[in-house]
């Protein structure tokens, strides 16, 4: 083989490599977290369809199904019994946080004592949050932000004085509300539908594979071509940064050209 083709061939493997990056199946760095992603033969329950790759150990995912459990001693019972098909879509939501590998676009750092990185504005596709509104809506809540303000008193989340329960329905006026307001905007709400590879499912069939992987390397690829259009672009905009290509990809070229012989 000639000089300038292994070089070429060196230079593509560089490319690769250089854009194989860090957004890619990486877990966050917070309180449960695996360091990084890797098979979970025994994921229990609605955290299986993560089991081929999971940042969740099969410990966390037991845990993420019971009520005040060693994850958070987080307190669904708040108002009163939480209805077993609203509940479901809060084990979902702790089995996405916890075993996904594919939130890496919207890690963000986290000012809290008690994990360094959080998710910020995970694009929900529209039917998981509808769906999780409408199960949920005449369920009973006193906050709108699940994430501070609590009366911690008892090591368990309790309603803080003054605050009234209330239906979902009225803290939440429209699915909007809850997905994204309930985890300070760990989730945003999204008219992408499931399957677009758009948006994350948090509900999926394993079957099929994990959708979310798709989903990261869109939006991933979006991030690296305009990283600081990224915060709150219009749809426009976006559009127009989805046809950029990625700048660490253009800069091998001419390079490779010169040493051509
Ligand atoms: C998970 O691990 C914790 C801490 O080691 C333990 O207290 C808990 O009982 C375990 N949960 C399950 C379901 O095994």
């Not at 008219?191 to 994990?210: K, L, V, Y």
């Not at 259009?229 to 426009?236: D, E, F, G, L, S």
């Amino acid at each position: 083989m000639a000089v300038g083709q292994v070089l070429l061939v060196l230079l593509a493997a560089s490319t690769v490599s250089a854009t194989k990056d860090l957004l890619l199946n990486v877990c966050m760095d917070a309180k449960h977290h695996k360091s990084k992603p890797g098979p979970e033969g025994l994921l229990h329950g609605q955290c299986s369809p993560w089991k081929d790759n999971a940042c969740c150990t099969a410990n966390t995912s037991s845990e993420a199904h019971r009520d005040q459990s060693y994850l958070y001693s987080f307190n669904w019972n708040h108002c009163g019994v939480m209805p077993p098909k609203c509940k479901r879509h809060f084990i979902q939501d702790t089995c996405l946080y916890e075993c996904s590998p594919n939130l890496g676009p919207w890690i963000d750092k986290a000012d809290s004592s008690w994990r360094r990185e959080r998710i910020l504005h995970v694009p929900l596709c529209k039917e998981d949050c509808e769906e999780w509104w409408e199960d949920c809506k005449d369920s009973v809540t006193c906050k709108e932000n699940w994430h501070k303000g609590w009366n911690w008193a008892t090591g368990t989340n309790r309603c803080p004085w003054g605050s009234m329960c209330r239906p979902f329905s009225h803290v939440f006026p429209q699915p909007a509300d809850l997905c994204e307001k309930i985890w300070s905007n760990s989730y945003k709400y999204t008219t992408e539908h499931r399957g677009s590879g758009r948006c994350i499912q948090m509900w999926f069939d394993p079957a099929q594979g994990n959708p979310n992987v798709l989903v990261a390397k869109h939006y991933a690829w979006k991030k690296r071509s305009s990283p600081a259009r990224m915060k709150n672009v219009t749809p426009a905009e976006t559009g127009k940064a989805v046809c950029a290509l990625p700048w660490p990809a253009l800069v091998p070229l001419p390079l490779a050209l010169l040493m051509l012989p």
